[in-house]
């Protein structure tokens, strides 16, 4: 499997992890642990950035691990760069998961403070990941103003649907030049396995494992779908067949005439 | 658009309660299979025939809580500042008719509460006064949120309902979330309990989170006081307000509390007694209706009930509470508001919740994501 190339950093995982939902820290620990994830999203909103002892970041303080800061909660791009740059400061990192979602029930970015947004923070220094609709255009024109990759959803957060953006995830697979990171909706290995197998760079997995009754064993699933995954990307998969083959050849006819 | 006084004039109160308690188990079932329950489905989730469901309920309360919110639990706790009240509540403590000793707290006894409170490991903080223009009005307010922000990353208030202009000034300082609960639905009982005082006012207390909703406020709580009416048709209104809520002020965050009345100085006592059960199906009914409200549950319940409902279907709880100005560092009188009947310290609670395999998030919130 090969490496990934995001940012300034290389990456050996392609299974990035949330922190959010664990029943303990520790199990927190255990289960990020065991996915073997190098880069781990944490909401600003939740850790104590001027406290060194606060224990969400104590139970990440691993060699493996980098910190990814996310803006949830802000409501405009404003906001979300104000943050950030508090972040920066505070964190020791330049890297950011840019959300902004101004509605509060399905977590539903929004695009246009999210572009806005985006293009002020890359020109600030910042490797931004933003968290996207799947919007094929919308990912082009993040691609354009510097983003280090596109993390368009399959479902909206939380919802463990699945892929239910497919085609469009296809599209922007298909378009981008920058990492495609599958994020938010995926409730199984088999769904991480899917877009990993259609393409993706990598995905991002919060809910299903913090909320699994073993959320260590369910790390350990998804780091192996996610590399199942994508070994049967690089490997290529053999093509489907569309249908039925005809039992007498269509164009017969034309040695006839 | 319509505003909410228009929708709640639609629904007349004895059909609205006449339909609750005519639903059938086929109606229960229905919502219980239901996807996305409607407001209809929420009417048969409350109703008397559910009570035979709760099991079923707790089952789904249960499971979709901890889908949407993992397995956490919000800590915060109230810090009187004032017990000054022009109004004459019939049940609350803090009447205007009550003959208790007025204190609001000044600058430095808050400093000296927020310690106690810091050291015991909050990071939220719920401001709560009577209604009291010259004591407590809005500069005292401002002044109080001044001196308590630096040292909590959340703030909230409940008090007084206020003007369009005040809470977006309010929610400039840093003001995170405001709880104005409508205690009764009922609009004509509603007078009898709210005799006299600005709160007499129903319509004007009913258009409040409107108020806060245009203001662009990030959290509104809302709730009716459980002891005055018909529990289930207000809890109804409860919901259909909620539902409102969430269409025409989609920037916002609800959160829904559901206080009993419990003994307290004068002579109230509750009209109607909403026992444990009855409770809890109200809290799982709201969840299985809402999977994104949060529902909070204070002290006022006890220890045995909160430890059980940890799990289903609650997102926030209170620990420690002093409902008296100054309980924690600067008087130590009895004139709260009302008793508290889970007593322990938040260090008891939060143990408590790991145990059940929840784990307790202090912080939640950082200036930081509303600079103005």
Known sequence: MSPLQLGDKTFQSRLFTGTGKFASNLLMEEAIEASESELVTVALRRVEMDNKADDILKHLKHQRINLLPNTSGVRTAKEAVFAAQLAREALETNWLKLEIHPDPKYLLPDPIETLKAAEELVKLGFIVLPYVQADAVLCKRLEEVGTAAVMPLGAPIGSNQGLQTKEMLRIIIEQSQVPVVVDAGIGAPSHAADAMEMGADAVLVNTAIAVSPNPVQMALAFKMAVEAGRMAYEAKLATQSMGAEASSPLTAFLDEL | ?372
């Open chain 2, 1 to 372: 658009m319509k505003t909410f006084e228009e929708v709640h004039a639609t629904h007349n109160w004895e059909a609205t309660k006449a339909s609750i308690y005519t639903k059938t188990a086929e109606d229960v079932e229905k919502a219980l299979s239901r996807p996305k329950p409607t407001l209809e489905d929420f009417k048969a989730l409350i109703s008397p025939v559910a009570e035979a469901y709760i099991e079923q309920m707790a089952i789904k309360s249960r499971a979709i809580t901890q889908q949407r919110f993992g397995k956490t639990i919000q800590m915060y706790i109230p810090l009187y500042l004032s017990n000054a009240c022009a109004n004459a509540c019939a049940y609350c403590g803090f009447s205007h008719d009550n003959d208790i000793k007025r204190i609001t707290l000044n600058k430095e006894q808050v400093l000296q509460e927020i310690e106690v409170i810091k050291n015991m490991g909050f990071q939220h903080l719920l401001l709560v006064t009577g209604e009291h223009p010259k004591d407590c009005g809005i500069d005292y307010l401002k002044e109080m949120v001044e001196v308590v922000k630096p040292h909590f990353p959340s703030v909230s208030i409940e008090v007084q309902p206020m003007k369009e202009h005040e809470y977006a000034s309010l929610i400039d300082m840093g003001l995170h979330t405001v709880y104005v609960y409508q205690e009764t639905y009922h609009k004509e009982n509603y007078k009898t309990y709210h005799p006299r005082g600005k709160k007499s006012d129903f319509s004007y207390r009913l258009d409040t989170p409107e108020r806060l909703g245009k203001a662009h406020i990030h959290k509104i709580g809302i709730g009716c006081l459980l002891g005055l009416e018909d529990w289930r048709t207000d809890s109804f209104f409860t919901a259909l307000h909620l539902d409102y809520l969430e269409k025409s002020y989609w920037r916002t965050k609800y959160s829904i509390s559901f206080p009993r009345l419990r003994p307290h100085v004068g002579s109230f006592q509750p009209n109607v007694e909403v026992n444990d059960k009855q409770l809890a199906q109200l809290i799982m009914a709201y969840r299985i209706f809402n999977p994104d409200v949060d529902l909070s549950l204070s002290t006022r319940e006890s220890k045995k009930f909160r430890n059980n409902m940890l799990q289903l279907g609650i997102t926030a709880m209170s620990a420690g509470s002093k409902t008296e100005p100054g309980g924690y560092a600067v008087y130590n009188e009895a004139l709260e508001q009302f008793s508290v009947a889970d007593d322990r310290s938040p260090q008891e609670i939060c143990d408590m919740i790991k145990t059940g395999g929840y784990e307790p998030v202090w912080k939640d919130w950082d200036h930081c994501m509303q600079t103005s």
